[in-house]
């Protein structure tokens, strides 16, 4: 059986990973007001995939008999000053991500609960490629916001991605 700590935390993160799926979302319709295409695509792909990260904290905690307990999710930002400012926005998501596995990697360790270190390996692991990705794209768009063309090519660039 799960600790009572431990499977509040686990809440606390399916929470975390369903706001940043509807941030995910919000940035990805932003970037579709502005016909930039591939990078909505690319960003509802990665609202998918943070679906899928709550998804995977909640069948850990249902494997290991806690209660899922599902809170409100805040409405995320809609409106962005720049392109720019929106991917920066999804960077500080994934930093503020990371630092929420790290947490729960040190409560997993001072609660002796080897199932959830296990588990929480592969998501260490995802958000190295997230941070990285994230890293990537706001460099170019600092790069290339400004410029119409080169704007277009990173969209297409990241369109591409998308479909991969």
């Known amino acids: ?28 319709l932003y970037f579709e007001s502005l016909n930039l295409h591939g990078l909505s695509a690319w960003l509802a792909k990665q609202a998918g995939d943070e679906i899928g ?9 249902v494997d290991r008999g806690g209660k899922v307990v599902l809170g409100a999710v805040p409405a995320p930002t809609t409106e ?29 360790r001072k609660e002796n609960d080897y199932a959830l270190e296990i588990e929480l390996h ?29 704007l277009y090519m990173l969209d297409h660039h990241w369109g591409k991605r998308a479909k991969a």
Do not use: C
């Open 1 to 28: 059986m799960i600790k009572k700590n431990v499977a509040d935390a686990l809440n606390k993160q399916i929470q975390h990973e369903q706001s940043n799926a509807h941030s995910y979302r919000a940035v990805a």
């Open 53 to 61: 990260h709550a998804e995977k904290f909640i069948k850990h905690l």
């Open 80 to 108: 962005f000053e720049t392109p720019l400012a929106a991917v920066k926005a999804v960077k500080a998501l994934e930093v503020a991500t990371t630092a929420t596995i790290n947490k729960l990697l040190e409560l997993a």
């Open 122 to 150: 592969w998501f260490i692991t995802e958000q190295v490629e997230e941070e990285q990705w994230t890293t990537e794209l706001t460099g170019q768009m600092e790069t290339f916001y400004k410029h119409p063309g080169q």
